[in-house]
């Protein structure tokens, strides 16, 4: 396999990147709309367990149809893959598609544990081959502030982070709607793995890695499923920082309500509206050297109001593919992916043995307490044909 | 009762808070006499006693004794709560205890105890505890919203309370203060009762306590001044707590999760998301695997808060002692705060979760370890000090 031509800056037009889309079920269908508006990318390949899926989306994308993923990669002239298979499998086809030397696209979460994801990422041995993940809302621009004012120093070193987080409604059709769902064996978990993992991404992406993680999951609490519907994760960061993490698919209308603690001041995200409260005296300054005992700093308030939501899945999509035909730096590398699921996975696994875990997880620990909680399973799953699924819904 | 028909109550206790007291009690209030002022601190007892022309006393028991004297309101450190309330109630004195009740719910059972042993002697005899914020138009609002049924089954309850910053001069402002000895903790047991109490006024107690606290971590002292807490309750609602006094500018948002819907309180403004049927039905009901519960949003009107409103707390206590009306709030109400309170510091030191109720033998007796084992040293300095900003 030809690889793309990193040094294509020379205003000679670029060759279309070849990609087979593997998985074509609700998020690859997503997907499939925007790369067919996508004018760098030639989609060679649509793969799905199910066959007719997969016919469906060939014909209408015209392009051929696989059913073995294994085949796509051997027959097939794509150079690059995008994976929105269930989870577990994103781990088995990665390995494959990056070992057969293919530019890989996955959706989230990379894997469903931290040591598939180290074995994800060690396949990743051809260092030119381009691996990112779908972590889409790395592209909104309010999280990108909040970023470059985290992470440039505008708030001061940290003190507390808190981000409620239920606004991913989900009903039992949804659950119902796939077998792999919300179960052990086939997803690998809930709503951490699935819907907040994305938020997870965000989190550490802004905030970094917390040192120690105390989880408290309710599974099945609100939907007829076996994993975790609602989460409340306490963290502690090296510097002595704290966070709560409370997620949910249970409440509606539900809450995104992100604030962000500095010595500087209080970042607060709601509704598309971010409101920096900034300090005119760092707060613990404040508490040293004032005379006063009921003294406060002065603020002063800055509002940053956002229209748009930036480009999402495609700004992602092209970025992978620019970054095949260019060497464009990648938003969402997908070894960065691992620290969200090593997020997910230490709050369930703090959470099942009732005590707080340090960071870095164990991950053939966690392994072997997933492959317990698949052994152990006794739920029934049901589910159901006629479930209506609007997709864009579910952002 | 003194000829006037007023109650005749002496404060003991004449600090920061004990002088709001003492000026409410000679001179706001239409049915109470100021009769006396006791503090150790003879000064400050001097000081009051002089500008109000009543006795100064400087021993709590010397007080007591007096004749004539009907009620006594208790604003001391928080230690001196449960002797002096004890007291009192043997003598068939009537108590207004400050918050919060005792240090540790061992101390607040014995009160409550002293309180029922007392009665038996004396049937009218009240025991009120200084729970005003229960007065303040949104939370009383919140109060009915909730007990009205509109929200349905709770889901969730998260109160950051981070607004209480308080700088170094105002721990070293008092050498009991902030210590383990003197004050018996930090944020949950001087800043917070109002909103513990509060939370278990509006979701009642939960089944088990998760704390996580840290002890100064950010001022220079031995207690604790930055808590997380996660509360599960019985009935299936999850509850957050968040304190810190470390926090500018700090935040006090408070959010309830019902079915039908959200109700969030924040900077004195009460929003409610109503929605149009149960969320949880929806989740079994509906056909779409990504639905929405259509709701309306609305404000709910709230008068904002004008006055400190401990003077209502001590004319309603009067009016119990003189005509038998209610109690705005019972000292054995004080106890649920404290359990909170001692429970999250419990199970933070514990580093597991709690169920309630916890041992409260087992609480005094981790709080005697850390005053015989405190090695903190104390500095005090006078600080200027602006009472009127600490409330919230």
């Given at each position: 396999?030809?690889l ?29 709309a925007?790369i ?7 989609l060679t ?15 209408k ?18 150079e690059?893959?995008?994976i ?25 979460p990379?894997?469903v ?12 041995r051809?260092?030119?081959?381009v ?18 004012l ?9 003190l ?19 077998s ?15 819907q907040a ?35 409340t994760?306490?963290l ?17 209308p ?37 005379k ?12 940053f ?10 700004e992602?999509l ?13 938003i ?24 707080p ?39 | 009762m ?16 004990g ?14 006499n100021?009769?006396?002022v ?8 001097d ?36 002797p ?11 108590v ?28 009218n ?29 709770l ?55 998760s704390?996580f ?41 408070l ?24 969320m949880?039905?929806?989740i079994?009901?509906?056909?779409a ?32 002692i003189?005509t ?13 705060s404290?359990?909170l309170g001692?429970?999250?510091m ?8 709690l169920t ?19 090695r ?5 300095h ?11």
């Open positions: 396999m030809i793309a031509s990193h040094s294509s800056n020379y205003g000679e037009r670029m060759d279309k990147v070849k990609l087979a889309l593997i998985g074509a079920g609700g998020m690859g269908n997503y997907h499939l925007n067919a508006r996508m004018e760098t990318v030639e390949a649509v793969c799905d367990i199910i066959p007719e899926r997969a016919q469906t989306a060939a014909e994308y015209h392009c051929r149809a696989y059913t073995d993923p294994q085949t796509v990669l051997n027959d097939s002239t794509c690059a893959v995008l929105a298979t269930p989870h577990y499998t994103h781990t088995t086809i990665g390995i494959a598609a990056l070992e057969s030397g293919h530019h890989v696209l996955v959706e989230k990379i894997s544990h931290k040591a598939d994801c180290e074995r994800l990422i060690a396949a990743r051809d260092k030119r081959l691996f990112a993940a779908m972590f889409n809302q790395r592209t909104d621009p309010q999280y990108l502030k909040i970023r470059e985290v992470t440039g120093g505008e708030l001061g070193p940290l507390r982070i808190h981000w409620t987080l239920t606004d991913w409604f989900r009903t039992d059709a949804y659950y119902a709607s796939s792999w769902r919300a179960t052990w064996r086939g997803e690998g978990g809930g709503v951490l793995i699935n993992m994305h938020n997870l991404d965000l989190l550490q992406w802004i905030c970094g890695m917390p040192t120690r993680v105390w989880g408290h999951c309710r599974f099945g609490q609100r939907h007829q499923i076996e994993t975790e519907d609602e989460v994760a306490y502690e960061y090296g510097n002595g920082c704290t966070g709560v993490f409370v997620t949910s698919t249970g409440e509606a539900g809450t995104n309500c992100l604030e962000i603690i500095g010595e500087r001041g209080r970042l607060r995200l709601e509704n598309s509206r971010l409101v920096f409260t900034r300090n005119e005296i760092p707060a613990l300054e404040g508490i040293r050297f004032s006063s005992a009921y003294d406060m700093p002065p603020t002063q308030e800055i509002v109001s956002f229209t748009d939501s930036g480009g999402q899945h495609a992602i092209e970025n992978f593919i620019a970054a095949i035909q260019t060497g464009a730096s990648l969402a590398p997908a070894e960065e992916g691992l620290h969200a699921v090593e997020l997910a996975n230490a709050m369930l696994y703090s959470s099942i043995i009732g005590q875990v340090n960071l870095p997880l164990d991950g053939f620990i966690f392994e072997q307490q997933l492959e317990k909680l698949i052994a152990n399973s006794s739920f029934v799953k049901t589910t159901m044909t006629e479930v209506e699924r609007d997709i864009r819904k579910g952002f | 003194s000829n006037s028909g007023k109650v005749n109550i002496a404060v003991i206790g004449v600090g920061n808070m002088s709001v007291h003492v000026k409410d009690i000679a001179t706001r209030l239409p049915n109470t100021l009769a006396a006791c503090d150790t601190d003879r000064e400050r007892a000081r009051y006693a002089a500008e109000y022309h009543v006795p100064a006393f400087y021993d709590y028991r010397e007080l007591l004794q007096q004749a004539g004297l009907d009620a006594v309101l208790v604003a001391t450190p928080h230690y001196d709560h449960t002096i309330s004890i007291e009192a109630l043997e003598k068939g004195i009537h207004l205890v400050e918050k919060p009740l005792a240090v540790h719910v061992n101390d607040g059972r014995k009160m409550t105890a002293a309180y029922e042993q007392a009665r038996a002697k004396y049937p005899i009240q025991f009120g505890i200084m729970f005003m914020s229960r007065l303040h138009t949104h939370w009383a609002k919140i109060k009915k919203f909730l007990d009205s049924g509109q929200l349905g089954r889901a969730r309850a998260t109160w950051i309370v981070t607004d209480w910053y308080r700088t170094q001069a105002y721990y070293d402002g008092s050498g009991w203060r902030a210590t383990w000895r003197g004050e018996g903790g930090g944020v949950l047991l001087n800043q917070c009762p109002h909103n513990l109490d509060l939370y278990q006024w509006f979701f009642g107690m939960p089944q088990r306590v704390g606290a840290h002890i100064g971590k950010y001022h220079d002292i031995e207690v604790e001044d930055e808590v997380t807490a996660y509360f599960e309750h019985e009935n299936g609602m999850v509850g957050h707590f968040i304190a810190s006094t470390a926090e500018s500018p700090g935040t006090n948002r959010e309830i999760v019902g079915e039908m819907g959200k109700l969030t309180l924040e900077n004195g403004k009460v929003r409610l998301a109503h929605n149009e049927h149960s949880l039905e929806n079994r009901a509906s056909k695997a990504f639905d929405a519960v259509p709701y309306q949003s609305e404000e709910l009107p709230c008068e904002p808060l004008m006055d400190w409103l401990h003077w209502k707390v001590t004319q309603a206590f009067a009016d119990a003189l038998g009306a209610p109690l705005l709030a019972h000292a054995s109400e004080g106890l649920n404290l359990t001692n429970a999250i419990l199970s933070s030191f514990q580093g597991r979760p309630l109720p916890i041992d409260g033998q087992v609480y005094e007796m981790k709080l005697q370890e850390l005053i015989k084992t405190s903190y040293q104390k500095v005090v006078e600080a200027k000090v602006d009472f009127g900003k600490s409330f919230k």
